[in-house]
């Protein structure tokens, strides 16, 4: 008997590859856009953070001067 040849799925979905990993702009850690502690938008711009601290503290520094704050969330 002859088996239908079944179609083979692909392993991952086009357009499903994980993003790459982005920069948390207080304290500078990589951080996984998919599975960052918080997020905020600034100008149309979404940045992503290593923890709620992080988040809060660019959220409170309307000018954009981050490094004051580099490594203060850890």
Known sequence: ???TP???EPLVEVGTAP???VTDPVCGMQVDPTTAAASATRDGV???FC???CRDAFVADPHGAHASHHGSCH
């Open 1 to 3: 008997s002859s088996a």
């Open 6 to 8: 079944r179609p083979v």
């Open 19 to 21: 993003p790459p990993p």
């Open 46 to 48: 979404t940045y992503h």
């Open 51 to 53: 923890s709620t601290a």
